[in-house]
């Protein structure tokens, strides 16, 4: 069986110094701070993790084309304990330098969420789930995981 988790989400990336400086100013801790070409945020559930996007490429055996300019299809989440808090967080991530691509909105699911790009072009959503908490590691736990 193979284990239902993911532990490291990386990012292959242009600019390490300007992508480091942007998730630092959101106060995340970077855990390998004295590296240059590597970064590793803790985020409570997977890490995310910052690798030269050329680097990362030839480590996968992949090709490494230009980046799509528009959506690449995927898109990271940063969930959050209260509705309020998706429009303070992306307030706080626009304040960061954060490209603000869907204002806080209630969704048609139930919760609340708005989307950003990093200066990469990398899509993230700040949502609020109704019936989600976290645990102690600051993982969201799914209202249907806490039914069984």
Excluded: H
């Excluded at 090709?63 to 808090?85: C, D, K, M, S």
């Excluded at 908490?133 to 799914?142: I, S």
């Amino acid at each position: 069986m193979i284990p239902a988790r993911v532990s490291v989400v990386t990012l292959g990336v242009r600019d390490m110094a300007a992508m480091k400086r942007f998730y630092e100013g959101f106060g995340w801790r970077n855990l390998n701070p004295e590296l240059d070409g590597y970064a590793a945020f803790d985020t409570g559930g997977a890490t995310l993790a910052l690798y030269p996007y050329d680097m990362l490429a030839e480590d996968g055996r992949i090709p490494a084309t230009p980046a799509p300019a528009g959506f690449r299809g995927v898109t990271l989440a940063i969930n959050v304990e209260r509705p309020e808090l998706v429009d303070e967080t992306i307030a706080l991530i626009a304040a960061a330098g954060g490209r603000i691509t869907k204002q806080p909105e209630d969704a048609s699911w139930g919760g609340r969420s708005a989307y950003f790009t990093d200066p990469e072009g990398n899509a993230w959503e700040v949502a609020w789930a109704p019936g989600t908490t976290f645990d102690a590691r600051r993982a969201v736990v799914w209202a249907q995981q806490q039914q069984g």
